[in-house]
């Protein structure tokens, strides 16, 4: 059974930096694309960043290109998200999510996979 489990969210002020952690376990970890997805208060859930299982692609939300940044390390099971030059529309619940075998574009389209982990809070003051 896959488990993701999110890390290192927190309270940031504008401009600041978080990097966040995603940890698959219970299958192969190299077999699973990874994306980040976020849900604002009251607002619908959003792509924010996909990887490929391969690490063949990547995919980012326009609002979070060049701010942010998706790597893999398979040695470590983890995907890792870097956000830098965090902005207060950055605050969200941020989960991460997986499914086999699928590009990352296709990832960031799987708002509703069924393998997620509960997520990290991520808030961003003015």
Known sequence: QVRLEESGGGSVQTGGSLK????????????????WF??????????????????SSTDYADS???RFTITRVNAENTVYLQMNDLKPEDTA?????AIRWITAQTMSRMTDAQDRGKGTQVIVSS
Do not use: W
């Open 20 to 35: 966040l952690s995603c940890t698959l376990s219970g299958a192969t970890f190299r077999h699973y694309s990874v994306g």
């Open 64 to 66: 979070v290109k060049g």
């Open 93 to 97: 619940l941020y989960y991460c999510a």
């Open 38 to 55: 976020r849900q604002p208060p009251e607002k619908e859930i959003e792509s924010v960043a996909s990887v490929a299982f391969d690490a």
